[in-house]
């Protein structure tokens, strides 16, 4: 429910708009529903995001466990730790090729700066938790490897 000012505001724009000859664009970028429903995705985005930022720091701890030797004995004898690791990593892959998807599908490839900012923050991250997933998988075989599997 938008505010009488806020109506007045978005129809004053809207009228200074229908002047200028990208009016069908800006008449999408413009619309309340449209700001809101982009709001509310760049927010569950972000919210993505700030979960695997939160794995990656545990890949991170784990991975700096591996490498200060203190574990003497196999840290995965059973292997299902890396086999975690790989469920999250194809998990990563998914998320990246669904994001995508639903950008051409449903944006058409045309956003706001704020969901395309959550857009490409998303992808970096899920790129770099893919990459310590990957390392802490190696990490673990090669130190298994060493203390006997």
Not at 20 to 36: D, E
Not at 112 to 129: K, P, V
């Amino acid at each position: 429910m938008l505010t009488a000012s806020i109506k007045q505001l978005v129809a004053a724009a809207m009228q200074s708009l229908q002047r200028s000859k990208t009016l069908a664009v800006m008449r999408r970028t413009l619309s309340p529903s449209a700001l809101f429903v982009e709001l509310r995705c760049a927010r569950r985005i972000d919210a993505l995001a700030r979960r695997l930022t939160r794995m990656q720091g545990k890949i991170g701890r784990m991975s700096a466990h591996v490498l200060s030797q203190q574990a003497g004995a196999a840290v995965d004898a059973d292997r299902s730790l890396r086999g975690m690791l790989a469920d999250l990593k194809a998990d990563l892959n998914g998320i990246r090729r669904d994001l995508a998807l639903w950008y051409t599908r449903e944006c058409r490839g045309r956003a706001g700066a704020m969901l395309r900012a959550s857009i490409e923050n998303l992808n970096r991250i899920a790129a770099d938790t893919y990459l310590a997933a990957d390392r802490l998988e190696w990490e673990i075989e090669e130190h298994d490897r060493r203390y006997g599997r």
